[in-house]
Structures are given as structure tokens and as C-alpha cells.
């Protein structure tokens, strides 16, 4: 049955509902302001900042409004959307990747220093993807592998003065046994039972941090961490022979140590995504996309759901332990502060925002959420702002994500992209 076609009226009273709703929400938020004087704190009013807010609410609505009516005439076919997106799909990968590798030519410490950091939630929004967007199982407290990693690497490295690349694969490897004891407790739980236990998960983690004193430094944190280095050169400017700029006889700067990093998380997260890629096309990544689909298929078709889990929880929790030591190493202290919910809520947000499934998705979505709140960074009073109204059309404009489509990573004769408005999303 087709629905009613929306009048002027209907489109204005829904507009002006709308409005009457952010005028709650923003009256005391963007038409108040606190400002200090000499005899204390002023409490002064913003009307027009009020008034262009709720008119960009009204003007917005009408106009998403008129979108929606006008869009079923013109849009084209769900299947010929996906099969565009995931042909752009070939040429953007490839450009990416190389303005990824040639960045610190052409950047400055700032651009690649926000590099490092896009590059580390893209890393982490790959490791999350394998637990959300290829097993279906909603993990909100993501951050405690993270914060495992970091810690892990910090105790060891400061501890038993063991280098970086030593400890890495010993930190992930931690990380992912506790994504195993993760995995345990949840075997059972689905939908929005799963997501309050992996979000006590990582309150957990947080609690054991600030408190455990004597072994994590409480909330002090752990200082004077180790850097990495190049086959077992520096990035200081001593002057000593074992460091970098004495052995290739160039002058020191601190950017050879930015550029440096840059190109070690870059490494980390071309491995996470190979590594993703290559499971995804194994029996077991098709095991994580049959439970996502449907769990009890799944168990219909003899897979083995306890090991689909396990496996897909430690292998999240290996890539956020990864990301974790490189948090460590590059900023040279941790500290609990550093891994609160607000983490896993971000990371979750670039992996639904980018696509379910999606590496390609994730990446963009990791850029435009890191990379795009720095351009706003003179606006601070706005950005968050602006960061929620972005939110609200993507959920209008692409609800499943930037790249939403899905490649069947086997199927009988040519495999074809499935939109998502053709799938039915799992209930892991």
C-alpha cells in the first residue's frame, strides 16, 4: 500500500514540530553563555545564534522533506547504486593508498601528525569491523583491547626495557587473549544484552586501571615509555652514533620522528586490512558472514558458532592491542583517561558511519570523522556542533553507511555487489 502524498501543510506542521523540538534542545545550550568577568561568571543571551539554528532546523526539514518526495522518481535501482559504488570502489582504493605513501612529501609536522592519528582509528575501526561488520556482533566496549595493548606494552617495555617490535606481537597477543575471555561470558547473548556486557567490558578495564596502583600507576598513569626505533636507531638529536641522523649524516629534525611514526602505523594498518581480506575469503570469514546473517542458519549448516565467536572477538582484540602499543610508543605515556567509553562509541561510529563489512567505507569514514574535525578546530564552540548535524544526514541521505553494498566473498559464476537495502543486517 503506497503512502499519502505529503501536503504543504503536513510538511510545514512537521517543520515547525521539529523546530519547537530544537528549541528545546539548543535554548539553554547555543542561547546561553557563560562568560568570565572580573566580578565572576556573566550569564549573557544569543538570540540570533539561537534564531539561525532553529531556521536552519525548519529550512533543513522542509527541504529533507521535499527530498524524500521527490527521490522515488529519480533514484536509480539499489542494485545499480551498489554496482557503481563498489566500481569507484577500484580506482579510489588505489589513489588513497598512494597519497597515503607519498604524504610526508608534500606535508608539514601538523598534516602528518593528524595523519597518524586518522590512521590509527582507521586501524582500529578495521579491527572493530571484524567483530560488527563480518561476525554482526555489537561491541561497545572495543576500548578495552585498546587500553590492553597500550598498557601491555607500556608495563613491559618500561619494566623489562624490551623494544617496541619486540613487544608488539607479545601485546596483541594479550589483547586477544582477554577478546577471548571477552568471547566466553557473551557466547549466549545477542542484540542489546551483548552490547551492556562488552560495555561493562571495558568499564571493567577502566576501573582495574585507575585502581590497581601498584602495577598500572592508578591514574598517574605510565610514563617515560620507550620509542621505536629503525633497526635500533634513534630519533634524538644527542648526536650519539646509534642515532638516526648521525648514521645517515643528516641534520636532525624533530619531524624525521613524526615521519617515522607515520609510516609505522601506516604499515600496521595495511596489515590489518590484509589480514582482513584474507580471512574474509577463508572458510572461517565466511563462517563470521553466515553468523552475522542469520545465527540459526548458521548452526543448521553445522558451523561451529562457539569457535565463529571466539575467533572473532580475539582477532578484533589482536588488531585494537596493535593500535594500542603504537598509542603507547608514540605518545609516551598512558593513562586511564585515555581509554573511556567515548573511544568505543567513536571507533563504532567510523565502522557503522564507513559500512558494515566495508574496509574501504571504514577508511573514508575514519578521514572524514578525524581528518574533518580538525578543519573545524577554529570552532571549537561549534564543531561538536556540526559533528551531530553531519550524523543526522548521513542517517537521512545513506542510513547503512558510505559504502553499504556487499560482495559475496563466494557465490556460483560471476559474483555480483548486493545493495544493502537487498540484505537483511544480522541479529548477532
Not at 566580578?39 to 532546523?57: E, F, N, S, Y
Not at 594479550?174 to 561493562?200: E, H, K, Q, S
Not at 548535524?389 to 559475496?408: C, E, H, Y
Request: charged share 15%; aromatic share 12%.
Amino acid at each position: 500500500m503506497s503512502a499519502r502524498p505529503l501536503t504543504p501543510t503536513a510538511a510545514l506542521r512537521d517543520a515547525a514540530l521539529s523546530t519547537l523540538v530544537a528549541f528545546g534542545l539548543f535554548c539553554a545550550l547555543i542561547g546561553l553563555k557563560l562568560t568570565p568577568t572580573d566580578a565572576g561568571m556573566k550569564l549573557t543571551d544569543r538570540p540570533a545564534a539561537l534564531a539561525i539554528i532553529l531556521g536552519a532546523v525548519f529550512v533543513g526539514r522542509l527541504l529533507m522533506l521535499g527530498w524524500r518526495a521527490w527521490r522515488p522518481a529519480g533514484t536509480p535501482s539499489p542494485r545499480l547504486l551498489a554496482e557503481g559504488v563498489t566500481r569507484a570502489g577500484r580506482y579510489v582504493g588505489p589513489v588513497f593508498l598512494l597519497l597515503a605513501l607519498t604524504l610526508p612529501l608534500y606535508s608539514g609536522r601538523y598534516v602528518i601528525d593528524v595523519g597518524i592519528l586518522v590512521l590509527t582509528y582507521v586501524m582500529l575501526g578495521w579491527g572493530l569491523n571484524i567483530v560488527v561488520g563480518l561476525a554482526g556482533l555489537l561491541d561497545l566496549g572495543y576500548v578495552a583491547f585498546y587500553a590492553v595493548g597500550a598498557y601491555s606494552y607500556a608495563l613491559i617495555s618500561t619494566t623489562f626495557h624490551v623494544g617496541f617490535w619486540t613487544a608488539l606481537p607479545v601485546a596483541g597477543l594479550l589483547a586477544a587473549c582477554w577478546g577471548v575471555m571477552l568471547g566466553f561470558p557473551v557466547l549466549r547473548l545477542r542484540g542489546d544484552y551483548l552490547a551492556i556486557v562488552t560495555l561493562a567490558f571495558g568499564e571493567i578495564i577502566r576501573v582495574v586501571l585507575i585502581n590497581w596502583t601498584n602495577f598500572t600507576g592508578g591514574p598517574n598513569g605510565v610514563s617515560d615509555i620507550p620509542r621505536p626505533t629503525l633497526f635500533g636507531l634513534k630519533f634524538t638529536g644527542s648526536g650519539d652514533p646509534d642515532t638516526f641522523a648521525a648514521f645517515f649524516h643528516v641534520p636532525y629534525s624533530v619531524t624525521q620522528r613524526f615521519v617515522f611514526l607515520y609510516y609505522v602505523i601506516l604499515g600496521l594498518a595495511l596489515l590489518t586490512n590484509w589480514v582482513s581480506l584474507r580471512l574474509r575469503r577463508l572458510p572461517l570469514g565466511r563462517a563470521w558472514e553466515a553468523l552475522r546473517e542469520d545465527e540459526i542458519a548458521c548452526r543448521a549448516l553445522g558451523i561451529n558458532v562457539t569457535i565463529t565467536k571466539l575467533t572473532a572477538f580475539a582477532m578484533g582484540a589482536l588488531f585494537g592491542g596493535f593500535a594500542g602499543a603504537f598509542f603507547a610508543t608514540r605518545q609516551g605515556f598512558v593513562s586511564p583517561e585515555s581509554f573511556t567509553f567515548i573511544e568505543s562509541a567513536l571507533v563504532l561510529s567510523i565502522v557503522v558511519l564507513g559500512g558494515l563489512g566495508s574496509q574501504l567505507g571504514v577508511a573514508l569514514a575514519a578521514l572524514v570523522m578525524i581528518g574533518g574535525t580538525e578543519l573545524f578546530r577554529d570552532f571549537a564552540e561549534y564543531r561538536m556542533l556540526i559533528f551531530g548535524v553531519a550524523l543526522v544526514v548521513m542517517m537521512v541521505l545513506r542510513p547503512r553507511g558510505l559504502v553499504s553494498g556487499r560482495t559475496p566473498s563466494i557465490a556460483l559464476g560471476a559474483r555480483k555487489q548486493i545493495a544493502a537495502e537487498l540484505v537483511a543486517q544480522g541479529r548477532g
